[in-house]
T-cell receptor, first 110, second 113 residues
């Protein structure tokens, strides 16, 4: 079952923060986050596992609420380089196919 | 080191023809995935190979689509009797094992005339 991402699009100025949400109707084992810049292949950001903690770097982090079957990606003090489409992918069991949401397009301007 | 390699990078063909798309994963990666991305759309799962296990074909949109992975390495996605709605970018990804970070190739842009 395809996860649902929200919002569909975000427009930011440099330095502003954003939150991208990913929710599923099924129990999840893991959530993966990828970023795709225009005309390029998707690039891995992070994985959150069931029972795991919030992960990430200083300015890009994510959380996983197993009970709510939701994950959120937090982008703080956004930079121009953050622009792109962010996809969450979900696994309902370990080692099964990763199903991606439709993506959230983030545009950061100066 | 070498990443995931896909060929051809672009393919233009006439409706009704068969096409074969190739994916060469990162050496040692046991998991291989195919996705389809239509213009401005998300990543549509097609098929997933993990080691010697039977592939998960649940994402293949019709019986015109098939894929194989020979010797646990190179994979070929075949589309028979192509239709205009098959036009898309076909992306391949591999990972050391299932559930681990996926490394994507640059994709094959397929255009059906």
């Amino acid at each position: 079952q395809q996860p649902v991402q929200s919002p569909q699009a975000v427009i930011l100025r440099e330095g502003e923060d954003a939150v991208i949400n990913c929710s599923s109707s099924k129990a999840l084992y893991s959530v993966h986050w990828y970023r795709q810049k225009h005309g390029e292949a998707p690039v891995f950001l992070m994985i959150l596992l069931k029972g795991g903690e919030q992960k990430g770097h200083e300015k890009i982090s994510a959380s996983f609420n197993e009970k709510k079957q939701q994950s959120s990606l937090y982008l703080t003090a956004s930079q121009l380089s953050y622009s792109g489409t962010y996809f969450c992918g979900t696994e309902d069991q370990a080692g099964t196919a990763l199903i991606f949401g439709k993506g959230t397009t983030l545009s950061v301007s100066s | 080191g070498a990443g995931v390699s896909q060929s051809p990078s672009n393919k233009v063909t006439e409706k009704g023809k068969d096409v074969e798309l190739r994916c060469d994963p990162i050496s040692g990666h046991t998991a291989l995935y195919w996705y389809r991305q239509s213009l401005g759309q998300g990543l549509e799962f097609l098929i997933y190979f993990q080691g010697n296990s039977a592939p998960d074909k649940s994402g293949l949109p019709s019986d015109r689509f098939s894929a194989e992975r020979t010797g646990g390495s190179v994979s070929t996605l075949t589309i028979q009797r192509t239709q205009q709605e098959d036009s898309a970018v076909y992306l391949c990804a591999s990972s050391p094992q299932g559930g681990q970070p996926q490394h994507f190739g640059d994709g094959t842009r397929l255009s059906i005339l």
